[in-house]
C-alpha cells in the first residue's frame, strides 16, 4: 500500500515542486552593473559565446571602446551597445533593473501589474508599464507566422465594455443588447493544439475569426468548436467535431476545455491583476497568457532566459519607443 507521503507528491502539481523554481530574485538583485553586462552579453550574443556582433552588419570583428561600454563595428564603423537594436535601445535604467523586471514578470503565474513592477523596481508606473508591454511583446513576436495543427480546440469569450448599472431599477438596461454596450467590446479567439501550441486572436465579433482559423489551422488537422452557428463554416476545410455546452462540457467525442481552461487564466489576470485588459491593449495581454500557458511545465529560470533572449533578439518597438511622447502630442 502507498504511503500519505507517497500519494501527495504523485498527484503534486509541477508549479509546487522544486523542478519549477530554478530562479532566484535574490540573486538576480546581488547582481553587479558589471555581471548584469556580462549576462546581457552572453544571452544577446549566445552564438559567439558573448563576443558583440555587429546589428547593422552583422560583422563579428569590432573594436570595444575603454571608456565606455561601446563597440565600433570593424566593417561599417557602425557604433553599438550590448542593447542597440533590440526592445531595450535608447535604455534609461540600469541593466540589472532590465534582468530583475524580466524575472519578476515571468514569476507572475497569472501575470504582473505595471503598478506593482513600478514599486518593485522604483521607478515610475510609466517606465514600468512600457517596459511590461515591450517583454509581452516579445514574447508574442515567437508566435509571428505560426500555425496549428492536429487536435486544435478553437474558441471564443468576450472581455472589456464594461456599462456600469444605474443606481435605481427602474433606470437600468439590459447590459447584453448590443444598444447598451460601449464599443469597446472584443473577443479573444483561441485556437489550441492539444499538448502544443496555443494562438490567441482579436475580433470585433465571433464569426470574424472564421478567415483566420482556416488560414492558421493546418488542413488535415481535427477541430473541436462548441454549437455556435458560425462554426458550420469550419466542416467544409476540416473534420470538425462539436459540442453543446447547454447539455454537457464533454460528450467523449468533442470538448473545449483546453480552450476554456486559457479564457480561465486571462479571466483570472484581468479580475485579479490587471482589472482592465480591454481595448487596444487586449491583444497583447492574450499573447502574453499564451505564452504562459505554452511554456507552463518548464521550470522559472527556463522561463527567465527564453523571455530574455527573445528581448534582446527582438527589434526596436514601433509601437512603445516614445509611446508617452507620442500619447502626450
Same mark, same amino acid.
Given at each position: 500500500?502507498?504511503?500519505?507521503?507517497?500519494?501527495?507528491?504523485?498527484?503534486?502539481?509541477?508549479?509546487?515542486?522544486?523542478?519549477?523554481?530554478?530562479?532566484?530574485?535574490?540573486?538576480?538583485?546581488?547582481?553587479?552593473?558589471?555581471?548584469?553586462?556580462?549576462?546581457?552579453k552572453?544571452?544577446?550574443?549566445?552564438?559567439?559565446?558573448?563576443?558583440?556582433?555587429?546589428?547593422?552588419?552583422?560583422?563579428?570583428?569590432?573594436?570595444?571602446?575603454?571608456?565606455?561600454?561601446?563597440f565600433?563595428?570593424?566593417?561599417c564603423?557602425?557604433?553599438?551597445?550590448?542593447?542597440?537594436?533590440?526592445?531595450?535601445?535608447?535604455?534609461?535604467?540600469?541593466?540589472?533593473?532590465?534582468?530583475?523586471?524580466?524575472?519578476?514578470?515571468?514569476?507572475?503565474?497569472?501575470?504582473?501589474?505595471?503598478?506593482?513592477?513600478?514599486?518593485?523596481?522604483?521607478?515610475?508606473?510609466?517606465?514600468?508599464?512600457?517596459?511590461?508591454?515591450?517583454?509581452?511583446?516579445?514574447?508574442?513576436?515567437?508566435?509571428?507566422?505560426? %500555425?496549428?495543427?492536429?487536435? +486544435?480546440? =478553437?474558441?471564443?469569450?468576450?472581455? @472589456? $465594455?464594461?456599462?456600469? /448599472?444605474?443606481?435605481? !431599477?427602474?433606470?437600468?438596461?439590459?447590459?447584453?443588447?448590443?444598444?447598451?454596450? %460601449?464599443?469597446?467590446?472584443? +473577443?479573444? =479567439?483561441?485556437?489550441?493544439?492539444? @499538448? $502544443?501550441?496555443?494562438? /490567441?486572436?482579436?475580433? !470585433?465579433s465571433?464569426?470574424?475569426?472564421?478567415?483566420?482559423?482556416?488560414?492558421?489551422?493546418?488542413?488535415?488537422?481535427?477541430?473541436?468548436?462548441?454549437?455556435?452557428?458560425?462554426?458550420d463554416?469550419?466542416?467544409?476545410?476540416?473534420l470538425?467535431?462539436?459540442?453543446?455546452?447547454?447539455?454537457?462540457?464533454?460528450?467523449?467525442?468533442?470538448?473545449?476545455?483546453?480552450?476554456?481552461?486559457?479564457?480561465?487564466?486571462?479571466?483570472?489576470?484581468?479580475?485579479?491583476?490587471?482589472h482592465?485588459?480591454?481595448?487596444?491593449?487586449?491583444?497583447?495581454?492574450?499573447?502574453?497568457?499564451?505564452?504562459?500557458?505554452?511554456?507552463?511545465?518548464?521550470?522559472?529560470?527556463?522561463?527567465?532566459?527564453?523571455?530574455?533572449?527573445?528581448?534582446?533578439?527582438?527589434?526596436?518597438?514601433?509601437?512603445?519607443?516614445?509611446?508617452?511622447?507620442?500619447?502626450?502630442?
Amino acid at each position: 500500500m502507498r504511503s500519505t507521503e507517497t500519494v501527495g507528491l504523485m498527484s503534486q502539481h509541477f508549479l509546487l515542486t522544486a523542478k519549477a523554481r530554478s530562479l532566484s530574485l535574490a540573486k538576480v538583485a546581488r547582481l553587479s552593473d558589471e555581471e548584469a553586462y556580462q549576462t546581457f552579453k552572453l544571452i544577446r550574443w549566445a552564438s559567439t559565446e558573448g563576443e558583440p556582433v555587429c546589428p547593422r552588419c552583422g560583422c563579428v570583428a569590432t573594436y570595444t571602446y575603454a571608456t565606455r561600454k561601446l563597440f565600433k563595428c570593424k566593417g561599417c564603423n557602425h557604433q553599438f551597445s550590448v542593447t542597440s537594436g533590440t526592445i531595450f535601445a535608447s535604455r534609461k535604467l540600469p541593466i540589472r533593473d532590465y534582468l530583475l523586471a524580466i524575472a519578476i514578470f515571468v514569476n507572475g503565474a497569472k501575470g504582473h501589474a505595471a503598478l506593482q513592477l513600478s514599486r518593485d523596481l522604483d521607478c515610475q508606473y510609466k517606465t514600468a508599464f512600457v517596459m511590461a508591454h515591450k517583454i509581452r511583446e516579445a514574447m508574442a513576436s515567437e508566435a509571428n507566422g505560426a %500555425t496549428v495543427s492536429g487536435t +486544435v480546440e =478553437v474558441d471564443g469569450a468576450y472581455f @472589456g $465594455g464594461h456599462v456600469r /448599472p444605474a443606481n435605481n !431599477k427602474a433606470n437600468r438596461r439590459d447590459r447584453r443588447l448590443v444598444q447598451n454596450q %460601449t464599443g469597446k467590446r472584443r +473577443v479573444v =479567439v483561441i485556437m489550441r493544439e492539444r @499538448g $502544443g501550441r496555443t494562438l /490567441p486572436f482579436v475580433f !470585433k465579433s465571433e464569426d470574424a475569426s472564421v478567415v483566420t482559423i482556416a488560414r492558421t489551422v493546418q488542413p488535415g488537422s481535427t477541430v473541436h468548436a462548441d454549437e455556435a452557428a458560425h462554426w458550420d463554416a469550419l466542416h467544409a476545410r476540416f473534420l470538425t467535431k462539436r459540442i453543446n455546452h447547454s447539455e454537457a462540457y464533454s460528450d467523449g467525442e468533442a470538448c473545449t476545455n483546453q480552450a476554456e481552461s486559457f479564457f480561465s487564466r486571462l479571466r483570472r489576470a484581468e479580475i485579479g491583476i490587471h482589472h482592465h485588459i480591454a481595448g487596444p491593449y487586449l491583444a497583447a495581454y492574450a499573447s502574453e497568457m499564451a505564452w504562459r500557458e505554452n511554456n507552463s511545465r518548464i521550470s522559472n529560470g527556463e522561463q527567465y532566459l527564453m523571455a530574455t533572449d527573445a528581448a534582446l533578439q527582438h527589434p526596436v518597438s514601433r509601437q512603445w519607443k516614445g509611446y508617452w511622447q507620442r500619447s502626450w502630442r
